[in-house]
């Protein structure tokens, strides 16, 4: 029995206990048990809405899950038979500890040869001087990497391509999503190996890859023992993104001088001449189909991934479960009524009368209408080091609390 799977039955067979004993304090110390279960079952909710959020709203929940937990306690300890209640408190608790364990994500990616000639192009300005930080180059030096920093003025195309004439077998890149994108797209190219070295400041498709975000120089093993996964990549007027490309407030904002130093300020800023009255702009002349076929000529917000997106209260919110799917993700925003649409699709297109500003995995870029999104199917081999998790965090949770009792089954039983 993998540990897994073993994880899931331990979970279950804790929450069964726990709740037979929370039934035996509700029934034998009537009221007060009663009300102490109630507390817990208030606890609860609180810890699956802190799942679902993030920031400051999660920290929220966390604190009104741990008060109605101690409330709870309060009252169990107060009254008959406590010693059942709090016993079954504290078996509930260690349920969810080792649910976590259960859908913990560690992937064993098929064996691969290692490259002879790998290079690892890096960016000492990404992620405020993370290859600095971590002496990324002389580690790449150890492990018989060339590693090539970027320079202000440099062409990181044709310092790759150079060096992929001269026999680099193997690319690397350690920078922020743009400059992934860009040696993945030679990587794939060639049918080349690519490892995503996390040294930027977000590493959204390192997370999504599977990818320690801490282990920065960990990445680099990727070359010397990692296994191997074919990914999708996608494309906008032919030009590759590996994590998405924005249209509407998103792309007005990161247009704008100072986006990169305050976003929030920047995105409220943009709101008003994008969404108010006299925005009159890009948003109002956005032309495109939704999954049904219908035919629009706004949005607030269009999103375009590499692979749909966990987006709004999920569990794993903001991240994709998958990153060969095959298909794009597309999520429309529409001010009232409107509403908010997602779908996916292999092919989408937005046209407009005039060039339209996107934001390319967080690049500002002005593009000739119409554009033209495509998936690129298992377009890109990815090595990911032994010791990462080798795919996205989100890969394996449920998507909504109400599946977790279900989900935790289907692993008990082999079945996922």
Avoid at 137 to 162: M, N, S, T
Avoid at 185 to 212: Q, S, Y
């Amino acid at each position: 029995m993998s540990s897994h799977r073993l994880a899931a039955v331990v979970s279950l067979l804790l929450l069964a206990v726990s709740l037979v004993g929370l039934a035996v304090t509700a029934v034998t110390s009537f009221p007060r048990g009663l009300l102490a279960v109630v507390l817990v079952l208030v606890a609860v909710v609180a810890g699956l809405e802190a799942l679902r959020c993030r920031g400051a709203r999660r920290v929220i929940w966390l604190v009104a899950c741990a008060l109605f937990l101690v409330a709870a306690l309060t009252v169990m300890i107060s009254g008959d038979h406590h010693l059942v209640g709090i016993g079954s408190i504290v078996l509930l608790v260690l349920s969810v500890g080792v649910a976590r364990r259960a859908f913990r994500n560690h992937t064993t990616l098929p064996a691969a040869t290692p490259p002879s000639r790998p290079i690892v192009v890096w960016n000492p300005k990404s992620g405020g001087g993370k290859a600095v930080t971590h002496q990324l180059a002389d580690q790449a030096r150890k492990r018989g990497f060339e590693p090539i920093e970027l320079k202000p003025g440099d062409d990181l195309v044709q310092l790759v391509r150079d060096a992929v004439e001269r026999g680099a077998d193997g690319l690397a890149a350690a920078g922020g999503d743009g400059t992934q994108a860009l040696v993945a797209t030679i990587a794939a190219e060639h049918d080349l190996p690519f490892a995503c070295i996390p040294a930027g400041t977000r590493n959204h498709f390192a997370l999504d890859l599977g990818v320690d975000r801490d282990d920065v120089v960990g990445a680099l093993d990727a070359f010397i023992d990692g296994g191997e996964r074919r990914v999708d990549l996608a494309e906008v007027n032919g030009r590759v993104f590996v994590n998405n490309v924005s249209l509407g407030l998103y792309a007005e904002a990161v247009q704008r001088p100072g986006y990169r130093e305050s976003k929030l300020r920047t995105l409220l800023d943009t709101a008003p001449d994008v969404l108010g009255p006299a925005s009159g702009d890009s948003t109002s002349e956005l032309h495109w189909r939704d999954q049904d076929g219908e035919s629009h000529d706004s949005a607030a917000v269009i999103l375009v991934s590499n692979n749909p997106y966990r987006l709004g209260r999920v569990m794993g919110s903001g991240t994709r479960p998958r990153m060969d799917g095959g298909v794009l993700g597309v999520a429309a925003m529409q001010a009232p009524p409107g509403g908010q649409r997602q779908w996916s699709t292999p092919t989408f297109e937005v046209d407009s009368p005039r060039p339209i500003p996107v934001g390319v995995d967080g690049e500002a870029l002005v593009l000739d209408a119409p554009l033209q999104f495509a998936s690129r199917p298992a377009a890109l081999r990815v090595r990911i080091a032994p010791q990462h998790p080798g795919a996205s965090p989100s890969a394996t949770l449920p998507e909504h609390p109400a599946q977790v009792i279900g989900r935790l089954l289907a692993v008990a039983a082999g079945r996922a």
